[in-house]
């Protein structure tokens, strides 16, 4: 390069050295959208399939593949497939199950506003008959499925936003009857607590936006599945696109790492405020699955086998509607009235006009999202801090709260 020009030194200038001879120990980001290999006959035999390695960011890049490794373990899965976010993972997911014109999905009614947006709209609009579901209601979900026969049945592990839980080993086996897919969309439990694929689900599906990341700076999303299906998303993925970028899969595999550590924390923080909210005057209901109360509450302590039961509560404020929601999240003052989940920091919502917006508000009426109802992400700070905010908030509104 030395009798070069300064425009092609400048161009190539640094860059392909020599391969490193020793093991970075921590995955670098692989920035880069092409690869070299020793020579053609090489490079033919990776877009053959017949060499391992990488041939564009699409196809794979190696970034994206220690994250989807790393899951892949997490989730005691054969494989796991990146994407660029929950929404781009349940799309694939639902795709790969074979839902086409003339097939049919049972879902559980309250899944993610988005999620039932997705099936509602675009999937209908495709031609695939979408049938809800009380997931809870085992004989309701069998009685769908068979008039159904549907192609994939899907549910939430712990639901967004009133934390029903769903009996997976059962549904998987009701899916088995009609030779459905089952599609377990895990974001709230995390492998910590549950890892759908080992009671029968054929896909975990993960907003990992939210607790796998955890810290609120990177949209991701991912599904765990077996090696065949694997195989099958990322031919899907080479023509729908939605990969992952390098730099986000870093950082989503940063904040895995200390994925149990949070979830042990957050599990212990949301039991002790669920408990308190419990004891609100100003409180109409708490869902929560750590309460014995909770109508899953039994089947949740099973499931998760001790672990405790999330970082997700919701609650009703007694009487309240859309104003006095509003005025309780704006006199908070450490609590984040911010529109995610699963984060360090603890954060509420209000499902009606946010996460659950896209449906009618019958729709939202007849799953259970009331106006009174906000949703809390309970996060890592110290628990009673957590409950000192709340309880001056609602102090500030006009409500009175208790201590002890
Ligand atoms: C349970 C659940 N699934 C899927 C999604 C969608 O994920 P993303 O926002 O990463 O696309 C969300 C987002 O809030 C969610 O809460």
Redesign the pocket.
């Known amino acids: 390069m030395k009798d070069k020009s300064i425009f092609t030194q400048a161009v190539h200038a640094g860059e392909r050295g020599p391969r490193p001879d020793f093991t970075a120990v921590s995955t670098p980001i692989y920035q880069s959208v092409g690869y070299l290999y020793d020579d053609m006959a090489d490079l033919d035999s990776v877009f053959g399939g017949t060499r391992e390695g990488y041939v564009y960011p699409r196809y794979g890049s190696p970034t994206v593949t220690a994250f989807e490794r790393a899951v892949a373990l997490l989730e005691g899965a054969k494989d796991a497939v990146a994407f660029a976010?929950?929404?781009?993972?349940?799309h694939a997911a639902l795709t790969g199950t074979g839902l086409r014109p003339g097939a049919a999905v049972v879902a559980a009614a309250d899944?993610?506003g988005?999620?039932y947006a997705l099936l509602e709209r675009m999937f209908t609009a495709l031609g695939v008959r979408v049938r809800t579901v009380d997931i809870t209601d085992l004989d309701h979900v069998a009685r769908a499925v068979a008039e159904e026969r549907p192609a994939a049945l899907l549910c939430?592990i712990v639901?967004?936003p009133l934390l029903k839980v769903a009996d997976v080993p059962a549904l998987a086996e009701i899916a088995r009857s009609v030779g459905a897919s089952l599609l377990v969309?895990s974001?709230?439990a995390t492998p910590y607590l549950f890892r759908p694929l080992e009671q029968g689900a054929d896909y975990a599906?993960?907003?990992?936006?939210?607790y796998l990341n955890g810290h609120g700076d990177v949209?991701?999303?991912v599904v765990a599945c077996s090696a065949e299906r694997g195989r099958d998303l990322r031919e899907r993925q080479k023509l729908l696109g939605a990969n992952l970028g390098p730099q986000q899969a870093w950082l989503a595999l940063r904040g895995l790492k200390t994925l149990p550590l949070r979830m042990r924390q957050h599990c212990a923080n949301a039991q002790i405020v669920a408990e308190w909210l419990a004891r609100q005057p100003a409180i109409a209901a708490v869902h929560y699955p750590g309460l014995a109360g909770h109508p899953q509450h039994a089947l949740a302590d099973r499931l998760f086998e001790g672990r405790g039961f999330g970082g997700m509560v919701s609650f009703e404020l007694k009487g309240a509607g859309q104003a006095e929601v509003f005025a309780f999240m704006e006199a908070l003052q450490m609590v984040l009235p911010a529109?995610?989940?699963?984060d360090i920091y603890s954060l509420v919502l209000y499902p009606a006009h946010s996460?659950h917006r896209q449906l009618d508000p019958e729709v939202r009426a007849a799953i259970g999202i009331s106006n009174g109802l906000v949703r809390l992400s309970v996060g890592l700070e110290e628990a009673e801090d957590i409950i000192a905010d709340l309880a001056q908030a609602l102090g500030r509104v006009g409500y009175d709260s208790q201590s002890g």
């Open positions: 976010s929950g929404m781009g993972a349940i899944v993610y988005a999620t939430e639901s967004n969309d974001t709230f599906v993960h907003s990992a936006t939210k949209l991701v999303g529109t995610t989940l699963g996460s």
